[in-house]
């Protein structure tokens, strides 16, 4: 299993790291596509529909509008119109597809889509490898740091009817290890703000990379499944591993935007 986990990710991350280094924003927008592709497939299986029926079709068509054609979403009469079809399936379907079920499956391709529109914005913007960098860095050390906190220093858990491995501790460590990770590379890669702007964007992504988390074991929970999918041996599915980074990249966007450029001068 160990040795598994460890071909998947070495695969996935030098595949990561080309597109990054080599590529430019077209090329991350459409690997971005793909794992959000991936991962709205996932979760409308999770929730028990065919990965290759209407409702997983509809998850991807709205995936992808969102992440290639985002300015046709400003428009308040095309967010209605997807309102309008949820609520108009259930009636023409006959009710052989409920309207909670339409919901479940519109808001998970919403929530999937943003992540990774959000994704591909903050490599397009000017130095924007610096900071998709700078939020990659934070959630990998985010991670690092609440399972190596978490593991010597427990006490008591987070939410242990959400997931039960997850201590206070943990997560306090996360946002400190979030934080400096930032500090670090914003000092190094591009020292041209002060170190407290890095480590407070660090500290939010860290947050809502946590939050990210969370909320998908809590979606895993309630569909009784432990993990995503099978599409990466010895990790589980996309959604598995790009949870933290869907969650926290639109607030990393937000303020970046209009913090960085706005608010902190």
Known sequence: MLKTRVITATVAGLVVLAVLVIGNPTAWRALVWLATVAGVVEFTTMHRAKWFGPLTLYGVLLVSLIEWFPRFFYQPAVL???????????????NRVHVQSMAVHTFGALYIAVGGYSL??????????????????????????AYFVGRFVKGPKLLPEISPKK??????????????????????????????????????ISVFGQFGDLIESAYKRAANVKDSGKLLPGHGGMLDRIDSLLFASPFAFWIIVHGVHGWFH
């Open 80 to 94: 209605f119109l997807v309102v309008a079809v949820v609520i108009a399936v259930p009636v023409f379907s006959l």
């Open 120 to 145: 591909s914005e903050l490599r397009a913007m000017p130095v924007g490898w610096f900071w998709l960098w700078l939020l990659l860095i934070a959630v990998w050390m985010t991670d690092t740091a």
């Open 167 to 204: 201590t206070i501790s943990g997560s306090v460590g996360g946002i400190f290890g979030g934080a400096i990770g930032a500090v670090i590379f914003g000092a190094i890669a591009y020292p041209t703000y002060a170190l407290w702007i890095y480590a407070l964007l660090g500290a939010v």
